[in-house]
């Protein structure tokens, strides 16, 4: 019995000690927005790469770690306008790397752990309304909905990829340097993010079909 509470007592003191890219600590990091405190996964690993074990378990993504989860949809990258070519698709670890010189960035730029930054961009950026389309006797309506948790995160992860999509394009500047100006931007809440103005332009469109 005491060897396995030894045993346990070890696990947690590794678990404790994980620090992401063996430089960001992740247990001092609180979530906000209550709404979204289900759907940011902060689990603690060194590398933020799950070989995708969740990907067949329904809403299971809202455990995987959300640095992970930005990598995997900046690898949804193309050419502008183009909703997805694949020109990104299953390079990784490259995206691995692009991330880890962000967080270096943004550290550097504004002392804060990057991994806040991006929390705090995602609450900037994430919708709380969307509007569906219902069918009433052959009539389209659009109608104002509540969006859910995982939607929301996901949706703010998007708007936050695509931004940096816009910006890269035909841009001799590194993909690094704009991540991390895009996260900063989100995080501080700046009107002229393209993630947050997405997110106040959806909203607006929802205040009106209510």
Request: net charge positive; hydrophobic share 40%.
């Amino acid at each position: 019995m005491e060897r396995r509470r030894n045993q346990g007592d070890r696990e947690m003191a590794q678990t404790k000690n994980l620090l992401l890219f063996r430089k960001w600590d992740l247990s001092d990091i609180e979530v906000k927005d209550p709404g979204l405190k289900t759907a940011i996964s902060l689990r603690k690993q060194i590398l933020p790469y799950t070989y995708g074990r969740s990907a067949l378990k329904r809403f299971n993504k809202a455990d995987v770690n959300i640095v992970e989860r930005l990598i995997n949809k900046t690898m949804h990258f193309g050419k502008k306008y183009a909703k997805n070519t694949g020109r990104m698709t299953g390079k990784k670890t490259k995206l691995l790397n692009t991330v880890k010189t962000a967080f270096d960035i943004i550290a550097l730029k504004t002392g804060q752990n990057p991994v806040e930054v991006l929390v705090r961009a995602i609450e900037f950026s994430a919708p709380n309304e969307d509007t569906t389309r219902i069918v009433y006797g052959g009539t389209v309506y659009h109608v104002s909905v509540d969006v859910a948790p995982i939607r929301r995160v996901d949706l703010a992860l998007k708007f936050i990829a695509d931004a940096i999509k816009e910006a890269t394009f035909s841009n001799p500047k590194p993909i690094e340097e704009h991540m991390a100006e895009q996260l900063m931007l989100a995080a501080a809440n700046d009107p002229a993010a393209p993630s947050v103005k997405k997110k106040h332009e959806l909203e607006r469109i929802a205040q009106a079909s209510r």
